[in-house]
């Protein structure tokens, strides 16, 4: 028996080697030589090529680490993820909800909030940016032409806002907050249809007898939603937030749709203030930057794991599977 | 608290919306349910007891009719305010709380001035968990917790709120079968104790009989009966509610009242006084027979099933609408079946004894009287009870004190509902479905016989003319072995019917008529036989033993062949259904007969009527048969040349 087995050994490793040897060149290696790299003082892959050699340390590390530009782009994802994930995960509860207790237009409704989905995130990127723009104008002159936001802000008497254009004249730190609005709009929509396909699912699943028991016992809305369903949708709920953390962590085609590969808004001296850290990891990699792109795509592994592990440890305490 | 509905009906639309089909689910219910009892609703699934119970919790609507509370008419109510208990079939805890938070659910839903402080909230959760013993699971989930601790569970939430009615939807249906028991003694018990009126719903006739003070037997949206458990069973209204009740189920048999006296089959088994003449169906109870060998009802035994207490005395009978009838005996007349020869009231026959048992039962005929009050006959058309003696007179004192009781007694008097082929087919004793190749199989095996006796009265028929005007000579019909087939298939085919059996007489005073009639009634038969063919395979068939049908007819005053034919035609008939071996002994028989040329008709028929059954599954047979049925014939006919 054992004799067999041992014969016949090299033919599982031969069924196997395929995804063996895939799993080896894209991934196991890869994740390998980017620790390599990230260890590696002032890494630089031309460098690397011409001879030269690198002394083993965490220099790459302090580098980023003191970088401001680093620091913005944490600040950034930190930003976004702690306002987006919230906000799309409540939306997309409610959405669901409601989808479930309608019957008459569901599907047609459900259809219409899958859309962003299967559409791509820098068409949608640039039909924002479209909406939200504003060129020229200044502190005195009205601007040559805006968006169809900008316009529903006057129709209504409003002032128009610099979305997304920034002011050829230098940066106004007073801009950052439009510039930020823009992107969590753009990346709650862009969040809420996988998180809403999940939740109805759940709901669906949900055994519609607890609802007539609780009507039974005169359980008012809210609290039949807050007490039962959330509770029951507790599972879903949890995977859409830890799904979402990890996401709203690699955020940055939304950036690169809305704001152009100048990470921030245009015509500003201070180009890269909307970056993000997976920007930062390319924008390091443009400039031949590898050691210290590997130092930062480790920091942003070793940051999402963290907050993975904090969103299983509250999800042990309050998911009811 | 008093629950009345009043002209209660449910319909529900097609899902189709282009079909306007729509389904009754209840119609036009009307009861009274008096305040502190425990009342089931019965019936098969599919009968809206569980609609009806959902429209007194106001989760569905009802479509036209009220229903009122007390005084109150509630039909509008939201369930919230009608003050309900509702214990769904599978419970519906909320999994992810506690027992105590769920108990604790209803209390916390409570506004206004009927608010609780947290101290109440949690005394009044504890005395419902007190009440139906669950006190120490409290810090559980109900995924924690046993079937039957999560129905009591259910319980509790439901009585928490102190409702005014308690309702419950199969509520033992997810347990299992000793844990049922004790879960409905633990409703049974909590219900008494607590004095709110309670609906409970179940399909379970055992479970509803047990433990409530009425029940309300359901079919297809209508009440057939009310009443106490006892009442219902021992005076059921209509056929239904006598099915419907009683384990084992009761016996039901086709049979007719004739001048006072009821008939089953062919034998008179009661008087029954004031009965008009009808046809009717019999129901006779499990434990309404006496073992009896003068008894006057006849049965083939099948076998005995032995439960301890009591025995269950297994048998067939053709008038029986049951593939068996079965009846309770005390185990004390066991011997009374299995040993004795002497004061037996069974017919024993044959040897009982190891591998021959079986074969030994199909042929012993059982004996029985019947307890009067334990035959129950309804009308064959309308299925409603007729009353005979002094059922009538019980009949009506029990309404008397049904209302005596405040609970009005109610039954349905029309028409009974049916479904498409609810009674129709029982009547026609449906065959088994068969797979596809034994239906193939049978389909030729019936185009084969249909050809052939098709060609058989064909050239009959030829015959016929030729000797129809002068009275019949049979001598001088050629008698071949087709020829006999034919008049035993022209028996066969008038014997079962009593229409048929009426005119017999009348043919049977000369040979001739009867003789004619055959092409007609050869038609009939071809397609009975087939008939007859899957029967006996799907039902054993009363059979009695060759000798003994032998004998029958020797005793048969030898005089009048013909009407000896009808009286012992079913007989023959029969074993011809019999297995191979059997046909084997019949034809042994005949030729044993056709040597003592006394009772000449009889073995005729007796072997034809084997032949012709067996057309084709026994293809050598009819060759033997017909050697030895041509030799007989010629006797035969000289026989019955000189009779008339």
């Not at chain 2, 805890?93 to 709380?97: C, G, Q, R, V």
């Not at chain 2, 008038?319 to 593939?323: A, E």
């Given at each position: 028996m054992a004799k067999t087995s041992t014969k016949n050994q090299w033919k599982a490793w031969l069924y196997l080697l395929p995804t063996l040897v895939l799993l080896g060149v894209f991934t196991v290696w890869p994740i390998i030589n980017t620790v390599r790299m990230s260890l590696l003082?002032?890494?630089?892959g031309l460098a690397m090529i011409r001879g030269e050699t690198f002394e083993f340390g965490f220099a790459n590390f302090v580098d980023v680490a003191t970088y401001a530009g680093f620091i913005n782009c944490l600040g950034n994802t930190l930003l976004l993820c702690v306002i987006t994930v919230p906000i799309s995960t409540m939306l997309a509860l409610l959405i669901a909800v409601a989808l479930n207790s309608i019957k008459f237009i569901r599907k047609g409704m459900q259809t219409i909030f899958f859309l962003p989905y299967v559409t791509n995130s820098i068409a949608i990127g640039m039909v924002f940016m479209a909406m939200f723009s504003m060129v020229g104008g200044s502190a005195t002159n009205a601007p040559d032409s805006v968006g169809i936001i900008n316009n529903i802000i006057k129709a209504f008497g409003g002032k128009p806002i610099n979305w997304v254009n920034g002011k050829i004249s230098g940066y106004d730190p007073s801009e950052r907050w439009a510039n930020m609005a823009v992107l969590i709009i753009y990346i709650v929509w862009n969040a809420l249809p996988f998180k809403i396909l999940v939740l109805l699912g759940g709901l669906q699943g949900v055994n519609k007898q607890y609802y007539d028991a609780a009507k039974i016992d005169g359980t008012s809305r809210f609290r039949t939603f807050w007490r039962i369903t959330v509770p029951l949708l507790s599972p879903m709920i949890a995977y859409v937030v830890i799904t979402g953390f990890i996401g709203g962590f690699k955020e940055y085609s939304s950036v690169v749709g809305i704001f152009?590969?100048?990470?921030?808004?245009?015509?500003?001296?201070?180009?890269?203030?909307?970056?993000t850290m997976v920007g930062y990891i390319y924008d390091s990699l443009k400039d031949n930057n590898q050691g210290q792109a590997s130092a930062a795509a480790l920091i942003l592994f070793a940051i999402i794991f963290v907050v993975t592990m904090i969103n299983l440890y509250v999800s042990k305490k309050k998911v009811h599977y | 608290m008093k629950v009345v509905l009043q002209n209660i009906t449910k319909i529900f639309a097609s899902?189709?919306?282009?079909?306007?089909d729509e389904v009754?689910?209840?119609?036009d219910f009307n009861l009274e349910i008096p305040d502190g009892k425990l009342v089931c609703l019965l019936?098969?699934?599919?009968?809206?007891k569980s609609t009806t119970l959902y429209m007194i919790s106001g989760l569905q609507e009802p479509s036209s009719g009220k229903i009122f509370f007390g005084d109150d008419d509630?039909?509008?109510?939201s369930p919230e305010n009608r003050g309900i208990g509702l214990v769904f079939q599978n419970y519906a805890?909320?999994?992810?709380?506690t027992v105590q938070q769920n108990i604790l659910f209803p209390l916390q839903n409570l506004k206004g001035e009927n608010k609780l402080s947290k101290e109440e909230m949690l005394t009044r959760a504890s005395e419902a968990a007190k009440l139906v013993q669950i006190e120490e699971f409290m810090?559980?989930?109900?995924?924690?917790?046993s079937g039957g601790q999560q129905q009591r569970v259910a319980i509790a939430r439901a009585l928490v709120k102190m409702p005014r009615v308690l309702l419950l939807d199969e509520?033992?249906?997810?347990?299992?079968a000793r844990l049922r028991l004790q879960t409905r003694e633990e409703i049974r018990r909590i219900q008494r104790r607590t004095q709110i009126t309670t609906i409970f719903v179940t399909h379970d006739q055992e479970e509803a009989m047990s433990i409530s003070d009425y029940i309300v037997i359901m079919k297809l949206g209508v009440i057939m009966q009310t009443g106490k458990p006892q009442w219902v069973y021992d005076d059921p209204a209509n056929l239904f509610v006598a099915k419907f009740l009683g384990a084992p189920p009761i016996n039901v048999f086709t049979g007719k009242v004739e001048n006072g006296k009821l008939y089953i089959g062919e034998e008179c088994v009661l008087d029954v006084d004031g009965v008009e003449d009808q046809e009717v169906y019999v129901g006779i109870r499990p434990e309404g027979f006496i073992l009896d060998k003068n008894g006057k009802l006849s049965t083939t035994l099948t076998g005995i099933d032995v439960m301890g207490r009591d025995i269950s005395v297994v048998s067939t009978c053709e008038?029986?609408?049951?593939?068996v009838v079965r009846s309770i005996i005390s185990a004390d007349e066991m011997g009374n079946i299995a040993?004795?020869?002497?004061?037996?009231?069974?017919?024993?026959?044959?040897s009982a004894d190891g591998a021959e048992q079986e074969k030994a039962n199909e042929d012993v005929t059982v004996k029985f009287n019947l307890k009067p009050h334990k035959v129950l006959i309804f009308n064959k058309e309308t299925e409603q009870r007729v009353y005979f003696g002094d059922q009538l007179a019980a009949h009506e004192q029990m309404i008397a004190e049904m209302e005596a009781e405040g609970q009005g007694y109610v039954t349905h008097n029309g028409p009974l509902p049916r479904e498409?082929?609810?009674v129709d087919k029982k009547a026609t004793a449906p065959a088994p479905k068969k797979n596809i190749f034994v239906r193939a199989i049978d389909g030729i095996k019936g185009l084969f016989s249909k050809k052939k006796e098709t060609a058989v009265s064909a050239d009959s028929k030829a015959e016929m003319t030729e000797n129809?005007?002068?009275?019949?000579?049979?001598?001088?019909?050629?008698?071949t072995a087709e020829n006999i087939e034919q008049t035993a298939a022209v028996v066969e085919a008038m014997a079962p019917s009593p229409e048929s059996a009426a005119n017999e007489p009348a043919a049977a005073t000369d040979a001739a008529p009867e003789v004619q009639s055959a092409p007609e009634a050869e038609q009939q038969s071809a397609p009975e036989d087939e008939q007859a063919a899957t029967v006996s395979e799907s039902e054993p068939v009363a059979v009695e033993e060759p000798v003994a049908a032998e004998e029958k007819p020797a005793k048969?005053?030898?005089?009048k062949p013909a009407a000896k034919k009808t009286t012992t035609t079913k007989k023959p008939a029969t074993t011809a259904k019999k297995t191979t071996t059997t046909a084997k002994k019949s034809t042994t028989a005949k030729k044993t007969t056709a040597t003592a040329a006394k009772k000449p008709a009889a073995t005729a028929k007796k072997s034809t009527g084997t032949t012709a059954k067996k057309?084709?599954?026994?293809?050598k047979k009819p060759a033997t048969a017909k050697k030895s049925t041509a030799t007989t014939k010629k006797s035969t006919a000289a026989k019955t040349d000189k009779k008339d």
């Open positions: 003082e002032g890494y630089n152009g590969n100048n990470m921030g808004p245009a015509h500003t001296n201070f180009r890269t203030n909307m970056n | 899902r189709n919306k282009k079909v306007k009754i689910a209840v119609n019936g098969p699934s599919g009968c809206g509630v039909t509008k109510l805890l909320y999994p992810h709380m810090d559980r989930k109900p995924s924690e917790l509520p033992l249906s997810n347990l299992d008038s029986s609408l049951n593939p040993g004795g020869s002497s004061g037996s009231s069974v017919d024993h026959t044959a498409a082929d609810d129809a005007p002068p009275a019949v000579d049979e001598a001088h019909v050629e008698p048969a005053p030898a005089k057309t084709t599954t026994t293809a």
